[in-house]
């Protein structure tokens, strides 16, 4: 039944997926405002969601929404699947990603996420990957956008870490603008490359802002890991 449950979720996620892509690269075309876009584009994720836990039973539940500042803000998110790309979406203000440009070149997927502001980086181009992310996402910030980074750099298993990468850190610092954590256990239910979904519900937990000003990105980045894995070892550890 897991199988089914899973080839059924995965067929509908495609399928409207096509469509949005199709129906976003359109409204570009016609010079739709960015607002407008995203509104559109991000029901995808509406939909993906509502889906997942009617066809796999997966559910979530949120800790901590009273820690989201009124003004845009940097977001520290662990990755573990790709449960948590699709849930942001609905957590946060307007946000973009910064991600690895590769995926601008999808046919359609990539050409719609292309028009969505995200910063779109080599990952192998070093000092220059890290300048991009600074100066593009203070002008997203300044503009009004949160930014999306993950600090980890891919996906990672659960229970399992890695050194936080020094960009977003290096964004906040030049930017002022603060850092919001995020914890969570999607891995668990949607593991990374996996067809099968397990049925349960994720749970989230967004931390308090971390101020950036006065601070060096060595230290935000210091702040920003120990609650992530701390927090991660209490989601783990509750039943």
Known sequence: MSYLRSFLFSIGMLVSMLFVSVAGVVLYLLFAPFTIRYRFITQWSRFTLWWLKLTCGIDYQVEG??????QPAILFCKHQSTWETLALQRLFPPLVWVLKQELMWLPLFGWAIATLKPIAIDRNAGRKAVKKIIEIGTQRLHNGLWVVI????????????KRFGVGGALLAEKSGYPVV?????????WPRRAFLKKPGTVKVIIGPPIESKGRSASEINILAQQWIEATMTRIENTP
């Open 181 to 189: 954590p995020v914890a969570h256990n999607a891995g668990k239910l």
């Open 65 to 70: 929404r009273e820690h989201i500042p009124d």
């Open 150 to 161: 993950f600090p980890e750099g891919t996906r990672v298993p659960p229970g399992q870490t």
